[in-house]
């Protein structure tokens, strides 16, 4: 399931919730307050989920045979030159 479709679609959710959690504040002296803390909160949770979940699907940690193979195919390179 390494496709962008679950990021995309969490995104549309957690817009949404942004939006709902936008209009139906109650009306009183922190209101803004109240809107910035939800918005941010939702985008915080939205931010942290989507690193971790791309870091998985694209790990940037490869394997040691893959850094052995690297490290051969360069000695080899410069070596008959």
């Known amino acids: 399931m ?3 479709l679950p990021v995309w679609f969490l995104l ?7 939006f709902v959690s936008w209009i ?3 009306k009183g002296p922190n209101q803004t307050l109240i809107r910035t803390s939800f ?4 985008a915080c949770c939205y931010l942290m989920w989507m690193v ?7 790990p ?4 040691r045979w893959f850094l052995q193979s ?3 195919n360069l000695t080899t390179y410069f ?3």
């Open 12 to 18: 549309v959710i957690v817009l949404g919730l942004m």
């Open 39 to 42: 918005s941010l909160a939702l």
């Open 79 to 81: 070596a008959t030159r």
């Open 60 to 63: 940037l940690i490869c394997t």
């Open 52 to 58: 971790t979940y791309l870091a998985q699907v694209h």
């Open 24 to 26: 139906f504040t109650p």
């Open 2 to 4: 390494s496709s962008v």
């Open 70 to 72: 690297i490290i051969g």
